[in-house]
């Protein structure tokens, strides 16, 4: 399953501030149906089919026009494994592992 990081960054917002725009799109992307995320501190985890990845994207990237952005930088990051099943938790427990495993073996 493909999975996505977003970073969407509204500019000329008059404030330094950007967390009520995040926040905004947290709400956006709960009425997006066929994904799963998860909030970071620098971005967006997304994961779900591609083209459900990709409508997450558009909506969290018009999000910020919508409260008053009049510009908006959107970068994205897919990561999509077609060799066997993936998520953000099973690339990080396979990191785990490899931290906590003898040296030796």
Same mark, same amino acid.
């Given at each position: 399953? +493909?999975? %996505? =990081?977003?970073?969407? /960054? +509204? /500019?000329g917002t008059g404030s330094t501030s950007l967390s009520a725009y995040v926040a905004d799109m947290q709400r956006v992307l709960e009425t997006v149906e066929g994904v799963t995320y998860e909030l970071t501190s620098m971005g967006?985890?997304? !994961?779900? *089919?591609?083209?459900?990845?990709?409508?997450a994207v !558009? %909506?969290? $990237? =018009?999000s910020p026009f919508t409260n008053g952005a009049q510009r908006v930088s959107t970068a994205v990051k897919i990561d999509d494994r077609r060799d066997k099943s993936s998520s953000s938790r099973? &690339?990080?427990e396979s990191v !785990?592992? &490899?931290? $906590? %495993?003898? *040296? %030796? !073996?």
């Open positions: 399953m +493909p999975i %996505a =990081e977003v970073t969407v /960054i +509204p /500019i967006t985890i997304i !994961e779900g *089919p591609l083209q459900r990845i990709l409508a !558009e %909506a969290l $990237h =018009e099973s &690339k990080l !785990e592992r &490899k931290l $906590h %495993a003898d *040296p %030796a !073996e």
